[in-house]
């Protein structure tokens, strides 16, 4: 045999790897054949939008869905919150063997008017899917009826359709109310969609996924007069824009440059009229980071650095500082399964390499300090972004979604 011959097996796939993708693609072809009533009904949850822990309709919704192809269904967890199990083989017929994999969708929407436009636009003043909620919970719905049907699996599947993912801290409450002793899991995965990528290709992140978030209300108090007079003043706004320049100090010299650190100004109201000034300023701001190290530098600077800049000039500053989310911290065992598994479901061309951490953020970070797994993206395409009134989930990405969802549970539940 010639080098070039040698070199040719080499690279050519292993029957193990034939037979995977095949798989896949019988798959694919099953669930592309069946998505036109998951469409329809995407555009059906899209059209009638609920808010954190008010999503009664679209919890009912999946509940009877679930039902209706044989799914265990329990309700009301975290109030809105639902879990459908399905057993097969030896974690059948209430047996309690096999692995365990959990699953999980987020439901609720966003106090967004919508501008789309769309025939089947929210008819919820004010309430809109801008984030893709009804997308994530479509596509696990896709992936449940073909597992139903044709889930080919030994264990137990854990479907997780989760309220109020929104600043609701949906996940924690559920954790709270008993989610993983009631129903566990040996991983539990998530999805998210993501917009300028392209459509149906997924990534994937070992490590820090997405950031923490945290919010600070300042309000500088300093002493008011009239415009014409500052010398007799303290002026707040002065001092506010002097403070809102020093907290990009606190990335630029307080966090190593090798690390990721964000402190955002978002919100500054002081004032009523040209010619006076005002007696306080609130400013309203947020802080994310990767790295738990790094949000404990953001928490102890920004108050601390408010506080003596307002003193600086003779005013004061108080500070409520509020945790958010902790970033998702993904695990690298689950990460390289959750990849490997997209390129036998997805092709190595749909797969996007070096895909890099969000510095958006998402309450599956507690799930991830609670149990193994990862956290996913998925392409939306061309579209608006996350939380625009315009933004609108591709129905182009259902069937890939779904077919991914479906070779992960019978990978991992072989």
């Known amino acids: 045999m010639g080098v070039d011959d040698s070199q040719a097996l080499q690279r050519a796939p292993s029957l193990a790897q034939t037979l995977a993708r095949e798989a896949s693609e019988r798959i694919g072809a099953r669930i592309a054949a069946d998505i036109e009533p998951f469409i329809a009904l995407r555009r059906d949850i899209h059209r009638h939008p609920e808010l954190a822990f008010q999503e009664h309709r679209t919890s009912a919704l999946v509940a009877e869905r679930l039902r209706d192809w044989g799914y265990e269904v329990t309700t009301g967890i975290a109030g809105t919150g639902v879990v459908g199990t399905l057993r097969r083989g030896s974690g059948g017929a209430g047996g309690s063997g096999g692995k365990r994999l959990g699953l999980r969708a987020d439901m609720d929407a966003l106090p967004i008017t919508e501008a789309t436009g769309l025939p089947y636009a929210s008819v919820h003043g004010g309430v ?9 919970t479509t596509a696990l719905l896709t992936a449940a009826h073909y ?13 997780i359709f989760q309220p109020a993912e929104e600043m609701g801290g949906g996940a924690q409450r559920m954790i ?14 998530g999805l998210h969609n993501w917009p300028c990528v392209s459509a149906g290709h997924l990534g994937c992140v070992s490590g820090p996924a997405m950031a923490s978030v945290d919010q600070a209300q300042i309000i500088v108090r300093g002493k008011g007069g009239h415009g ?8 707040p706004i002065v001092v506010s824009a002097q403070l809102i320049s020093a907290l990009q100090t606190v990335v630029a ?21 040209a010619n006076v000034i005002p007696d306080s300023v609130e400013l309203q701001l947020t802080a994310r980071a990767f790295r738990p190290e790094v949000r404990e530098v953001l928490r102890q600077r920004v108050p601390a650095l408010a506080r003596a800049q307002a003193e600086s000039f003779g005013a004061t500053a108080e500070v409520n500082y509020r945790l958010g989310y902790p970033a998702v911290l993904n695990h690298e065992g689950e990460t390289a399964f959750a990849r490997e598994v997209a390129l036998e479901a997805l092709g190595a061309d749909k797969v996007e390499a070096g895909f890099r951490p969000r ?51 019978e990978r991992y539940l072989a």
Request: proline share 6%; glycine share 10%.
């Open 128 to 136: 809109m899917h801008a984030c893709g909620h009804d997308g994530h």
């Open 253 to 273: 010299r307080n966090v190593d440059p090798l690390d990721m650190g964000v402190v955002t100004v978002g919100s500054i109201h002081g004032g009523f009229a």
């Open 147 to 159: 597992l139903a049907r044709h889930g080919d699996f030994d264990g137990t599947l854990q479907l």
């Open 176 to 189: 709270d109310d008993g989610l993983f002793e009631r129903f566990p899991v040996d991983a539990v995965f």
């Open 228 to 235: 014409a007079q500052p010398h007799e003043t303290v002026d």
């Open 359 to 409: 510095t958006a953020s998402e309450d599956f970070a507690y799930m991830l300090q609670a149990r193994p797994g990862s956290y996913l993206f998925i392409g939306n395409g061309d579209s608006a972004p996350l939380h625009s009134p315009r933004y609108d989930f591709n129905d182009a990405v259902l069937a890939p979604a779904a077919t991914y969802w479906s070779r992960l549970v």
